[in-house]
């Protein structure tokens, strides 16, 4: 009978130990799951602040593109007011070009040239520039030929422009209006 019991009572200490091994290994995978969740977790956090970093700088891109292009439309927005006011500057050279002798040291002539002067000033400062034309060599995206023209001297070299007819222009270097000119062959 003793022996019996005592036999019981190993086996129950044997069951009591298994169980604690149990839960301690249940604990352990408890323990285990919840660092996996947590690593997850931690996974998850980490894309999104990734994914709101990239869509931060996706914004501050579009920003900065979407100023530089309306920068660019201020910039060339009275294109069209300036290419009226050239035609009427063109106008201004035509009349000091025909103006006759008598009326050289004229006041009225001397103040027409002055308002050619302030149109000029005026072109300046919104950033319009002549483009050049008048004996360097033809250039299709500044020129554009009206005649060709033998050349009458050695000077003049083919597809040099030995006539402006009128005067071509660019707006902060973009061009708006090109020379039309004459072309030594």
Known sequence: LTFGFGLFIIDSMTEEKNKNKEEKGEGETKSASAKATAGKEENKEQ???ESWKRERAALL???????????????????????????????IYIAEKELPK????????????????????FLKRQGVEEIEALGKKFNPCFHEASAFIEASTDKEKAETIIEEIKKGYLLHGKVIRPSKVKIAK
């Open 102 to 121: 008598e009326l050289e040291n004229n006041q009225w002539a001397e103040g027409i040239l002055k308002i050619k002067n302030q149109t000029l000033d």
């Open 47 to 49: 894309e999104y602040l």
């Open 61 to 91: 891109n579009y920003k900065k593109e979407e100023l530089e292009r309306m920068k660019k439309v201020v910039k060339f927005a009275n294109e069209e007011l300036i290419l009226n006011v050239l035609d009427i500057l063109d106008n």
